[in-house]
């Protein structure tokens, strides 16, 4: 097998194609702290492209409720359990993957580790949601951890990952990452039905469909993204929990760049199960009231304290910078690549250097008068 380079393992590793870097890879940074449960951007997702016959099931987007929720159930904890313990090392100021990724741990015969969930792991797509309590299951089955009073909601979609297990692992080649964006895709006329790709994401961000006899997946909604508009998910966002863009590579990182500002400059977004190997592209800004660092370890490696400890430094020093990166996020339902504050402003910028989105970094305070002459009525009742 080719060795590629992963810049979040900080090494190279076995991948089954050489290493291809995209012109532009879509990116999205969530931040947890934000996000409310509303379950908006799953059923957005869900008008635009699940409702079909076959598709029930699908949530291309779905929201769970950690640490007890997942969809599929126990999709986490099961891919965790085959690979074994993470391992980290730091050298030369960066962080290094020491054990195997799903790729070099994978059973003779096949490209990596995985497995097809049974269908009673789809039973629900919001089990375990609010439960911070007990366990998912009676017989306490698939999930561990002892009890904890925090929770916090976990929103995902596809990765559209750097290095795909799905596009390693069709037989068919039915798979394919989009030059243009990195964007990947699954040929719906080539596809046969193999559903190698729906045991290899580890994510379970693959879906198949019992009715057409073939594989669906999150699309990124490209046919937006392309008119430079905001995937559904990210646009119906009610917390404004999502920023959309597109990352580059670390050596690479443009601190205009609302992506690799947060994410490789300031480092306060960190990938998901990046000991994978994958790549993700979908970044996290992890939830600050988990008292468990081991637990934000386990999902997002040892970037995730990292990334807990530097937004809570931003902002307890006002980091302007940061704040107005932060409140620029899904505030408009155009893609700006660039961004900047501006006195009292935030502005965001597309490819072509025109202003989007412009958002104040401080909410004017308005104080209504508690008498209102006109009516002659007091509108509120602390005279
Ligand atoms: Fe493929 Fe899964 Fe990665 Fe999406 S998250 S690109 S479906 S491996
Ligand atoms: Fe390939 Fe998955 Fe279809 S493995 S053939 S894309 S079901």
Redesign the pocket.
């Known amino acids: 097998m080719p060795m590629v380079y992963n810049w979040q393992l900080g090494r190279e590793m076995f991948y089954p194609y050489e290493e291809v870097r995209v012109g532009r890879q879509a990116a999205g940074i969530f931040n947890l702290n934000k996000c409310i449960g509303c379950q908006t951007c799953t059923m957005a997702c869900k008008a635009t492209w699940t409702s079909g016959k076959g598709q029930e099931y699908m949530f291309w987007n779905n929201v769970e409720c950690k640490p007890w929720g997942s969809y599929p159930m126990g999709w986490d904890v099961k891919i965790l359990d085959m690979l074994g313990v993470q391992k980290w090392g730091r050298e030369g100021g960066k962080w290094v993957y020491k054990g195997e990724t799903i790729f070099e741990a994978s059973p003779e015969n096949e490209i990596s580790l995985g497995y097809i969930p049974n269908d009673i792991d789809y039973i629900s797509p919001n089990r375990g949601e609010d439960e911070v309590s007990k366990p998912i299951s009676d017989e306490d089955r698939f999930i561990r951890i002892p009890h904890q009073v925090w929770m916090f909601y976990l929103p995902r979609i ?4 750097t290095y ?4 390693a692992a069709c037989p068919r080649r039915a ?1 394919y990452k989009r030059g243009q964006d990195g964007v ?1 895709l699954i040929d719906q006329v080539r596809c046969r039905g193999y559903r190698e ?1 729906f045991r ?7 879906f198949y469909n019992h009715v057409t006899r073939i594989s669906e ?2 699309i990124f909604c490209y046919p937006a993204i392309e008119k430079k508009v905001l995937p559904r998910c990210f646009r119906n966002c009610i917390g404004k929990i999502r920023t959309f863009g597109y990352i580059n590579p670390p050596e690479e990182a443009d601190p205009e760049n609302p992506i690799d500002f947060l994410v490789h400059i300031k480092k306060i977004a960190a990938p998901i199960l990046p000991q994978l190997g ?1 790549e ?1 592209n979908i970044y996290y800004i992890p939830p600050i009231n988990v008292a468990n660092d081991k637990f934000i370890t386990m999902l997002f490696g040892p970037y995730g304290v990292e990334a807990v400890n530097n937004y809570k430094k931003a902002i307890e020093e006002n980091d302007i910078e940061v704040i107005g990166a932060l409140l620029l996020s899904n505030s408009s339902m155009h893609v700006y690549t660039r961004f900047r504050v501006s006195g009292d402003y935030v502005i965001g910028y597309d490819d072509d250097g025109r202003e989007v989105v412009r958002v104040p970094i401080q909410e004017e305070l308005l104080v209504r008068p508690s008498y209102d002459p006109l009516l002659d009525v007091y509108i509120r009742n602390d005279v």
Not at 164 to 167: D, G, N, T
Not at 200 to 206: E, G, I, L, T
């Open positions: 596809c990765n559209h990952c795909p297990a799905c596009l798979i990947v790709c290899s994401c580890p994510y379970k961000k693959v997946k999150c994958l993700p």
